[in-house]
């Protein structure tokens, strides 16, 4: 194939995908889909293998590949041009059911010669809680609505009898049937875009160039993977829900031009939804792997063809249906993210040519926090507090992690302004910014995470209610790397009166701080609590991990950090062994502190 | 102002990266271009050496020049020119207590991936966020609170607020202060509380107000948008002043208009208290330039594509209208501010080629060879090989006849270093590699066209293409071709697009109020909320010296549906002040707008509409300038035939026999078969296979497709 018409189509491919992101936002309108950027748009070969992976969440593009192949499987004889699939089954390829994948074939003159997927997290699947993640639901049966396959369009027509059967199970099923149209929308530009693609250089040289972009990236990921080490790595992700304790363990073996990861010793399945399946766990280990390996290689099927994945059946990894799994995109798939960057990076770090791209976990922990309620103007809404797709960078081998940065498998995410967030709901900030010392010490600090307090606001019903499932508070989840210390675990407080506090006096409007706000400031994480009345919600998220050794940390770099309040003194005392005298680093004291606490350490490796 | 007669001359300058143009009008005459390199920091001494060059070509002085001037129009980069340089005033930042970190945190990730292209967001380990204008020691926070109704449920505490400004000043020695407070944009009494503390503690220090300078909502892009205004504020304040103070020296006594991002032109005085109008106002005034030209050939509907040595430019006019930025940045910094959309991708003919050697696949940019050392067949030592010089292998440069004959390309160099670098790496023949590279750069081209008209709901095939600057002719044939767009026009002030659209540009204020209102709302209500704008421009422009006949108000809605993120601006087609009917219209309207923008079905009538702002836009109209029209002649073109020369024709997938123009010999009228070649004295047109070209009464060569 020439290189120039090669070049071409490939880039003409990325704008496809590009163009289909776009459709899906503007014609979607929600926060979810533009602030969060929770999507995901990519082609697929004739046979469901990954053409053109999107920019979006990453641990999506293979799932959908999944998604393709088992419609193949399940409509064979019965797809046809103009037809668009939906399927959401976990149990199936789905990652959750909340989000939907629909998939569509496209022809051209009468063959079918690719498919295009997509999903967002739609408003509501009619799961017990509201918005999708369903911390009370302890089976699949109660996360709400879920297909291992249906045509929702045919030959162009949309099926009435299934859209409305859909759109009954659902709350609000109007922003439901706008998720709907925006991913048919983004379907048809896929699709005549490839036609016009095909028109311009014939479908056969698209064809060809399509294998070889996927030979290409196979042939780079493996000269990649023949440069690097052969060895093995570890990680080990704790999560706490509900007071119980879960583990991923990840073994990742290099062999050659082979990569191996092993989920054998993770926890069994849960009873509740942190679980994921097979499908969502080889994703959620792609999510890392494209940016951290192939960030200059094309994601495609040849990045997949090089992997493998073990993952023992009825594990937190591989749960059995019916295990509950609404919550996996923000559990066990996070912790297959954050272990496989750990693997990965570790990787790197044993090559002298690769060591720069090594970076510790960013933002281990996600929190899904769902309002639900009654706003300002007396709508029904449900949202999520976009403050989770703020994120935090890891701190990396080139420099500190970036403070509140994003996370890896989302690369392009970004939170709400806090007046977007008072418009839409009725709740009032009380301060939001960087958290001191939750990021990860380390000779290049993991970037900071941050905090934000709300109230109530002019609710018509005294407040609103909201649904949380996090996890990373018992246990940080941002892994630090080299000798980095991980990321500040997150904490959310559901601050509530006391009896003491019900005097009327005691309220504190303007708190800056969570010791400023009286009243019982009870741990929650996980179920569905109100803010209402004089409730306040408090959330500390987790900062990213730190790379190398606190000890080895420039103190100019740390003295700077304390001035900008976003290190304490203490932990620069304590942590960082740098001395500071009103501000400036004490040069020799800090010197001799260090050799201190590094004497510490032998001792205390001796003790053991 | 606009009606000042005295002096004949108008005399605009652009202010750009590497050159400032002048162009000078005067009814009756022809049209007198100037030219001279830019002089940064101090922009000021590029005008005059510019106005000069053009008075020279006129025999006169500059002082004789400027006594017969009755208007200076003036767009400058100065503003962008500050931000990449990182060198405006020290600044300080003041928000509301507990959102200190709002400009630090840029909404997460935002403004760590913004502005980066697809190679920099898919290796998010390699990217950082831009290091604020402010840092973190320089901000600070003050007790006070306004809620999203805009009541104020916490006092400012004045003396918190002194103590904060003190620190700044006293200890961290700013110059400038940005003041931020959430939800002033609905009440700015706190924002203007503040600003009264400073000017009492350091009347000298400058302040911008969120609250005047971006009163919108969405307080992370507002701040940024302040902080930047302040930081440039200083200097671009002083670079007008000084400008004035030049002009006035060289005997000029009349106004100074200035350009804007969003293409109408301010006062010198008022645009010295807006840097942040002025950001990108060279590329707005292109597109205004080439609105007028469709003006008058009778086209509402064009694409302005702008190529030079390093970059491709392009912008969208459609029915008259320009489309505006979304989420504008400069540099890598968000901002908030009405401003014509042009988009840019790094391809032009300076650009150089290279070759992935893992993959074999060949880039077009962005790196740029740059005017020195330039190509490889400009012949000054450039050692990579170039768009230019791919351009010279496939015939569409004469040798002996580049810039007027002035540069002898060196065409065996070119070659050479092309085969080295780029022909046997790909494993093809020079012709063939070359053929490939510059389809390569017409389809990076045709896609980043396709994505400001076909993503954005507009058919190019309603369009017109402009093509400007030095390497768009040569590729406008193909690229135009693919995009199937009506016909193609190289206009004759092609050079200096972006003055000519200086002085074809009006007076423009912007006024805006933000609120919320339901769809539907009593007429009297909104009129109410347009009121106090309305009385205010009239105010303004009436001052400005523009009579009623010269006053056009327009007045426009943003709307958007309930529980959706986006909003869209819809024009007021109806009568003003709004009766029934016409508010009645608007919201018809902006459902047709929102469906073309967010295409079929995105629509979501059901959960009903908002108002959410208002905006008037007060136009002062100007004088055009009156272009010299010619008679158009005989078709026959063959007194500007230069002979034939094998040229490469696209849809032949290689080289064929070309016929070569001279343009200086072409007259109105004269008509050109495709395939063609037609040099002028600073570009090449080429005329693909099966295109009529055509000289029309202004000099415009017009392609059509066969």
Same mark, same amino acid.
């Given at each position: 194939? =020439? ?11 990325? *704008? ?36 053109? !992976? ?173 440069? /690097? ?6 990680? *080990? ?11 991923? /363990? ?127 103007? !007396? ?169 190398? =050794?606190?000890?080895? *940390? ?55 | ?18 050159? %400032? ?63 990449? %340089? ?103 009494? #706190? ?191 450039? %050692? ?68 400001? &008209? ?54 423009? #204020?912007?006024?805006? #109020? ?54 869209? &601006? ?137």
């Amino acid at each position: 194939m =020439d290189p120039i018409t090669f070049s071409i189509i490939r880039h003409r491919l990325f *704008r496809i995908v590009d163009e289909a992101v776009i459709t899906l936002k503007h014609v979607s309108g929600s926060a979810i889909t533009n602030e969060g950027h929770d999507l995901m748009v990519s082609l697929y070969r004739a046979d469901g293998s990954l053409l053109m !992976g999107g920019v979006g969440f990453l641990h999506h593009l293979t799932s959908a590949a999944e998604a393709c192949k088992s419609i193949i499987w399940r409509f064979e004889g019965d797809i046809n041009e103009g037809d668009v699939f939906l399927l959401n089954c976990p149990y199936t390829a789905a990652l959750h059911t909340s989000d939907i994948y629909l998939i569509a074939p496209i022809h051209y003159e009468g063959t079918l010669v690719a498919w295009s997927a997509c999903f967002v997290h739609v408003y509501d699947i009619g799961a017990m809680n509201p918005g999708g993640f369903s911390p009370d639901s302890v089976d699949i049966y109660t996360e709400g609505f879920s297909s291992p396959g249906l045509k929702l369009v045919d030959r162009g027509e949309i099926r009435r009898d299934i859209m409305d059967t859909l759109l009954n199970m659902v709350r609000s099923p109007e922003m439901v049937a706008l998720d709907m149209s925006s991913m048919i929308a983004c379907n048809n530009v896929a699709r005549d875009r490839m036609q016009t693609l095909m028109a311009k250089y014939g479908s056969e040289t698209v064809d060809t160039a399509c294998a070889s972009l996927i030979d290409q990236s196979e042939t780079l990921l493996r000269e990649r993977l023949r440069e /690097l080490p052969n060895g093995r790595w570890q990680s *080990r992700q704790y999560f706490d829900v509900k007071g119980e304790t879960y583990r991923v /363990l990840l073994t990742m073996t290099k062999k050659d031009d082979q990569l191996t990861f092993d989920f054998s010793g993770s926890s069994e399945q849960s009873p509740y939804g942190i679980n994921c399946s097979k499908w969502a766990s080889w994703g959620g280990l792609f999510a890392p792997l494209f940016p951290l390996l192939c960030y200059d290689i094309t994601w495609n099927e040849g990045v997949i063809r090089p992997i493998e994945m073990i993952a023992p059946e009825g594990s937190v990894v591989n749960a059995t249906r019916p295990a509950p799994v609404s919550i996996a995109t923000v559990g066990a798939i996070q912790a297959v993210n954050n272990a496989a960057c750990t693997c990965i990076s570790k990787m790197l770090s044993a090559s002298e040519k690769y060591a720069s791209e090594a970076t510790a976990v960013w933002h281990g922990s996600h929190f899904a926090i769902f309002m639900f309620g009654r706003n300002q103007r !007396g709508t029904d809404s449900i949202g999520i507090l976009t403050e989770t797709f703020g994120g935090a960078a890891g701190a990396r081998a080139i420099g500190d992690g970036v403070d509140v940065g994003g996370e890896v498998p989302n690369p392009i995410s970004r939170m709400a302004n806090v007046e977007t967030m008072e418009w839409t709901f009725p709740i009032r900030y009380l301060f939001r910014r960087r958290q001191q010392d939750s990021g990860g010490p380390g000779k290049h600090r993991g970037g900071t995470g941050a905090e934000f307090a709300i109230v109530p606001h002019d609710a018509p019903d005294g407040g609103i209610h909201y649904v949380i499932s996090g996890k990373g508070t018992d246990y940080p989840m941002s892994e630090g790397l080299g000798g980095g210390y991980p990321g500040a675990n997150s904490n959310y407080r559901w601050v509530h009166n006391t009896d003491a506090a019900n005097d009327g006096a005691n309220l504190q409007p303007f708190a800056q701080a969570l010791n400023d706000m009286p009243g019982e400031k009870e741990n929650i994480a996980w179920g569905v609590y109100p803010l209402m009345d004089d409730d306040a919600l408090y959330v500390r998220w987790n900062g990213g991990g730190g790379y190398g =050794d606190p000890l080895e *940390r420039d103190p100019a770099a740390v003295a700077i950090d304390v001035r900008g309040g976003l290190v304490s003194g203490g932990t620069a005392k304590d942590v960082y062994g740098v001395v500071l005298d009103a501000g400036e680093v004490n040069d020799q004291g800090t010197v001799k502190w260090r050799q201190t606490l590094r004497a510490e350490r032998r001792i205390g490796e001796a003790a053991e | 102002m606009s009606q000042s007669t005295d002096g004949k001359y108008v005399v605009a300058s652009d202010v750009g990266g590497t050159c %400032t143009d002048t162009v000078i009008f005067a009814a009756g005459e022809p049209i007198r271009l100037g030219k001279a390199l830019s002089t940064p920091p101090n922009f000021a001494d590029g005008v005059l050496n510019s106005v000069r060059s053009a008075a020279d070509s006129m025999g006169l002085s500059l002082a004789e020049l400027f006594a017969e001037t009755r208007l200076f129009v003036h767009g400058s980069t100065v503003v962008d020119n500050t931000l990449l %340089t990182r060198d405006g005033s020290v600044s300080g930042l003041i928000t509301t207590e507990g959102f200190e970190d709002t400009l630090l945190m840029t909404r997460g990730a935002y403004g760590r991936w913004g502005g980066l292209t697809e190679d920099g967001i898919k290796h998010p380990v390699a990217t950082d966020r831009a290091a604020p204008l402010v840092p973190g020691e320089r901000i600070r926070g003050v007790p006070e609170r306004v809620d999203y109704k805009g009541e104020a449920l916490r006092p400012l505490d004045v003396g918190a607020t002194e103590a904060a400004v003190r620190y700044l000043i006293e200890e961290q020695g700013v110059e400038a202060i940005a003041v931020c407070l959430l939800w002033s944009f609905f009440n700015p009494s #706190h924002e203007q509380k503040v600003r009264e503390i400073v000017n009492r503690i350091s009347p000298e220090t400058y302040v911008t107000l969120s609250s005047e300078i971006a009163p919108v909502p969405g307080e992370y892009e507002r701040t940024s948008t302040t902080v930047i205004n302040a930081y440039a504020g200083r200097i671009t304040r002083d670079y007008l002043t000084s400008l004035q103070a030049l002009l006035k020296g060289e005997s000029y006594g009349g106004p100074i208009l200035v350009m804007q991002g969003y293409g109408g032109l301010l006062p010198a005085e008022d645009a010295a208290s807006r840097a942040i109008g002025m950001l990108e106002c060279g590329p707005a005034a292109g597109v205004i330039g080439s609105r007028f030209l469709g003006q008058l050939m009778g086209d509402e509907d064009i694409i302005a594509a702008d190529m030079g040595g390093t970059t491709f430019k392009v912008g969208v006019i459609q029915g008259g209208e320009f489309s505006h930025a979304r989420e504008p940045m400069v540099d890598r910094f968000h901002y908030v501010a009405p401003k014509i959309e042009v988009v840019s991708i790094g391809s032009g003919g300076g650009s150089i080629i290279s070759i992935d050697p893992r993959t074999n696949v060949p880039r077009v940019g962005p790196q740029s060879a740059g005017a020195r050392p330039g190509p490889v067949c400009y012949g000054q030592g450039g %050692t990579d090989p170039t768009l230019t010089d791919v351009m010279t292998l496939i015939g569409y440069m004469d040798p002996d006849r580049f810039l007027g004959g002035t540069v002898t390309l060196d065409m065996d160099g070119a070659r050479q270093v092309f085969d080295e670098k780029v022909a046997t790496p790909l494993g093809l023949g020079v012709e063939e590699a070359a053929f490939g590279i510059y389809r390569v750069a017409a389809a990076q081209i045709t896609d980043l066209i396709h994505e400001i &008209t076909v993503e954005q709901g507009l058919d190019p095939r309603d369009f017109v293409l402009h093509s400007f600057g030095g390497s768009c002719p040569l590729l406008c044939g193909s690229f135009g071709a693919e995009l199937n767009v009506k016909r193609i026009v190289v206009p004759y002030a092609a050079s200096v697009n972006c003055a000519f659209g200086l002085v074809s540009a009006d007076i423009v #204020h912007e006024y805006t #109020h933000t609120a919320t209102r339901p769809v539907p709302s009593p007429a009297a209500e909104i009129n109410a909320l347009f009121a106090p704008m309305v009385e205010q421009a009239v105010a303004q422009l009436k001052a400005e010296g523009f009579e009623p006949d010269r006053q056009a108000l327009e007045w426009a809605v943003d709307l958007r549906y309930g529980r959706q993120v986006h909003e869209v &601006t819809t024009p007021v087609r109806g009568t003003t002040p709004f009766d029934d009917a016409s508010l009645a219209r608007l919201t018809d309207d902006f459902e047709a707008l929102y469906e073309r923008r967010y295409g079929k079905g995105s629509a979501y009538r059901e959960a009903g509409m908002e108002m959410t702002m208002f905006r008037l836009t007060a136009r002062g109209v100007m004088d055009r300038p009156e272009m010299e029209k010619m008679a158009l002649g005989t078709t026959d073109s063959s007194a500007a035939l230069m002979g034939t020369r094998r040229v490469f024709v696209d849809a032949r997938d290689g080289m064929a026999e070309a016929s070569i123009y001279d343009f200086e010999k072409l007259n109105p009228g004269n008509e050109i078969a495709g395939p063609a070649v037609i040099h002028t004295p600073i570009t090449t047109i080429v005329l693909q296979d099966t295109q009529q070209g055509r000289m029309d009464e202004y000099r415009n060569v017009v392609i059509e497709f066969g």
